[in-house]
């Protein structure tokens, strides 16, 4: 399945961007060339959340199992370009098949363990999936039983395949696709017959966005490559690098920010999920881990609580990503200067790795906690390479007009490639999506910052939909949120816009207090008073809770905020 035009394969592959060689590719190179090496590991809590013991699989029994597994899948009549769903939590068994998908040219279309009927019906109706694999077990829901009640209403669906004991009659038990040897010329003879190559779409995420439903976000081989090479260059990824993933390894931040980073680094890959700080930092020890991904509201407690770093060994990290949220310079730079780690910011999506504000091109924690690079325009050079293929334009949201004067907010949109085709089957979607020029419109707004005329990097701003107009001026949450959350009594923030009759709306800023803290409004004026911004950014209410609301990548629902604000005034 290739959705690629011609035109767009030619010109990368011409440059230099895009190759031959696929993600298995780059796995059976790493089993050939450390067979004995631990390739993969479960989370050591993995019989409490889920069936079976953790597993700890060498290159060469990962290799074994991949094939096994791929067998089993042409066995069961699954075949290249036939869709797969894939609903499982972060275990060994899902990086296996993954791997075995894409050995045999299948379409491993990953969903996240929240999702119930409702989102499987919609991702079921658009791709009309032969097969999935899911589990009798997480978290105590039986998502065996879901799939089976909803299989009659997808004909498409003939197989289920389940992780788990005592199976319903019908589904295909994962165990015995895994455990039994097969011919060897089975995949061979397979292999032969087809043409897979790394055009091929290898996986179909889902995304949220801003529409109703999930989006189908098709990705080829070179997609998730491009993406990955500009992590590993990006975040400091050394050949042997040890990587935990605690997010849900299902989309654009696991995928491309870890699964395929540890295949082009071709050390160790940890699972984790969901995040249990002291399992977490207990396998930072224990693994010797050298690249992981944490969100900043952790970051920031962690370094609140000094005593916690240091009962756990943590002198392996080299650097950790985080973003989805704004970083603090004081934290960016206390990682740096106290434990010689690099905090990096990494803005990106589904549809497309966007900026990453690496140590190479941001040698100074402060900046690379606020800024991101302004890659792909004229003048400006990257120690990054993909900052050099990358095309980055702003655009007046209502206008369309190119933005290239010193802070004024505008859409980003991005080019190049790492950045997807279109949604799949839904071309009404993918022609709003793009511009006449082929950018993507990410719909997230930034501002061009700089030195005197060297203007070469952005600020984010925050979503199109988020920005706040008060009184006829626009307002940013995002910049509000790198402000208050240097509170020493603040965990997270998130800051929104709540209507009013005479203003159009105000601002609220829905804060997470800090351990043992209470926090008033008055003291957010008042801190936030002593960086002299201006008097018609500041809050007018504030809501304390508990916790923010988060997708399954973390992200704040900012739409559940406002409506809760608005709800209270």
């Known amino acids: 399945?290739?959705?690629?035009?011609?035109?767009?394969?030619?010109?990368?592959?011409?440059?230099?961007?895009?190759?031959?060689?696929?993600?298995?590719?780059?796995?059976?190179?790493?089993?050939?060339?450390?067979?004995?090496?631990?390739?993969?590991?479960?989370?050591?809590?993995?019989?409490?959340?889920?069936?079976?013991?953790?597993?700890?699989?060498?290159?060469?029994?990962?290799?074994?199992?991949?094939?096994?597994?791929?067998?089993?899948?042409?066995?069961?009549?699954?075949?290249?370009?036939?869709?797969?769903?894939?609903?499982?939590?972060?275990?060994?068994?899902?990086?296996?098949?993954?791997?075995?998908?894409?050995?045999?040219?299948?379409?491993?279309?990953?969903?996240?363990?929240?999702?119930?009927?409702?989102?499987?019906?919609?991702?079921?109706?658009?791709?009309?999936?032969?097969?999935l694999v899911t589990t009798?077990?997480?978290?105590?829901?039986?998502?065996?039983e879901m799939v089976r009640g909803l299989q009659p209403e997808f004909p498409s669906l003939k197989i289920i395949i389940g992780i788990g004991n005592d199976l319903p009659e019908g589904v295909v038990p994962f165990q015995d696709l895994v455990s039994l040897s097969r011919s060897e010329k089975t995949l061979e003879n397979y292999l032969a017959g087809i043409n897979l190559t790394a055009n091929d779409v290898f996986t179909i995420c889902w995304t949220s966005g801003t529409e109703a439903d999930p989006k189908g976000v098709p990705r080829s081989h070179n997609h998730w490559i491009s993406i990955a090479n500009v992590l590993v260059e990006g975040c400091e990824m050394d050949p042997g690098c040890n990587i935990l993933n605690p997010f849900p390894f299902i989309n654009m931040a696991s995928i491309g920010g870890m699964f395929v980073p540890w295949l082009l680094t071709g050390g160790k890959f940890v699972l984790h999920h969901p995040l249990d700080l002291q399992v977490f930092l207990g396998q930072i020890q224990a693994e010797r881990i050298n690249y992981t991904v944490v969100p900043p509201a952790l970051l920031n407690m962690l370094l609140q609580n000094p005593a916690i770093l240091k009962s756990v060994d943590i002198s392996s990290?080299?650097?950790?990503?985080?973003?989805?949220?704004?970083?603090?310079?004081?934290?960016?730079?206390?990682?740096?200067?106290?434990?010689?780690?690099?905090?990096?910011?990494?803005?990106?999506?589904?549809?497309?790795?966007?900026?990453?504000?690496?140590?190479?091109?941001f040698p100074n924690p402060d900046e690379r906690a606020q800024y991101f690079p302004r890659w792909g325009v004229p003048g400006f050079t990257w120690k990054v390479?993909?900052?050099?293929?990358?095309?980055?334009?702003?655009?007046?949201?209502?206008?369309?007009?190119?933005?290239?004067?010193?802070?004024?907010?505008?859409?980003?949109?991005?080019?190049g490639p790492a950045v997807f085709a279109g949604y799949y089957k839904r071309p009404d979607l993918t022609k709003k999506a793009f511009d006449d020029e082929g950018y993507f419109n990410t719909g997230d707004l930034f501002a061009i910052e700089g030195?005197?005329?060297?203007?070469?990097?952005?600020?984010?701003?925050?979503?199109?939909?988020?920005?706040?107009?008060?009184?006829?001026?626009?307002?940013?949450?995002?910049?509000?949120?790198?402000?208050?959350?240097?509170?020493?009594?603040?965990?997270?923030?998130?800051?929104v816009g709540y209507p009013d009759e005479k203003l159009g709306e105000r601002i609220c800023a829905v804060v997470?207090?800090?351990?043992?803290?209470?926090?008033?409004?008055?003291?957010?004026?008042?801190?936030?008073?002593?960086?002299?911004?201006?008097?018609?950014?500041?809050?007018?209410?504030?809501?304390?809770?508990?916790?923010?609301?988060?997708?399954?990548?973390?992200?704040?629902?900012?739409?559940?905020?406002?409506?809760?604000?608005?709800?209270?005034?």
């Open 136 to 144: 009798a077990n997480f978290g105590g829901f039986n998502f065996v």
């Open 512 to 569: 997470v207090p800090a351990k043992g803290e209470t926090v008033t409004l008055e003291e957010i004026i008042e801190f936030l008073r002593k960086k002299d911004i201006a008097v018609y950014k500041l809050p007018e209410k504030i809501k304390i809770v508990e916790g923010l609301p988060r997708n399954p990548v973390g992200k704040v629902l900012k739409r559940e905020l406002r409506d809760a604000v608005k709800d209270d005034y």
């Open 317 to 361: 990290v080299k650097s950790i990503g985080s973003g989805a949220a704004p970083l603090s310079p004081w934290m960016v730079r206390e990682y740096q200067e106290k434990y010689g780690i690099y905090v990096i910011n990494i803005f990106g999506s589904n549809e497309g790795i966007s900026l990453v504000s690496g140590p190479k091109d």
């Open 451 to 495: 030195e005197g005329d060297n203007l070469n990097r952005y600020l984010f701003c925050g979503r199109s939909k988020d920005l706040i107009i008060r009184g006829g001026m626009n307002i940013s949450p995002e910049e509000l949120e790198y402000l208050i959350i240097e509170h020493p009594k603040v965990a997270e923030v998130a800051v």
């Open 385 to 415: 390479r993909m900052g050099n293929q990358m095309l980055t334009k702003l655009v007046d949201p209502k206008t369309k007009k190119v933005i290239t004067e010193k802070g004024v907010p505008g859409e980003m949109c991005i080019k």
């Open 1 to 131: 399945m290739i959705l690629c035009s011609e035109e767009q394969i030619r010109e990368y592959t011409e440059k230099g961007w895009w190759g031959k060689e696929t993600i298995v590719d780059l796995f059976l190179k790493n089993a050939e060339k450390t067979p004995d090496e631990i390739a993969v590991a479960d989370p050591p809590n993995r019989a409490k959340l889920t069936v079976g013991e953790p597993l700890r699989l060498t290159y060469a029994e990962m290799r074994q199992t991949v094939d096994r597994l791929a067998a089993g899948f042409l066995e069961l009549g699954i075949k290249m370009d036939d869709i797969v769903m894939v609903q499982l939590p972060n275990i060994v068994e899902l990086a296996c098949v993954y791997l075995a998908l894409a050995r045999i040219g299948a379409v491993a279309s990953p969903l996240p363990v929240q999702y119930r009927t409702h989102e499987l019906r919609h991702t079921m109706k658009l791709t009309e999936p032969k097969a």
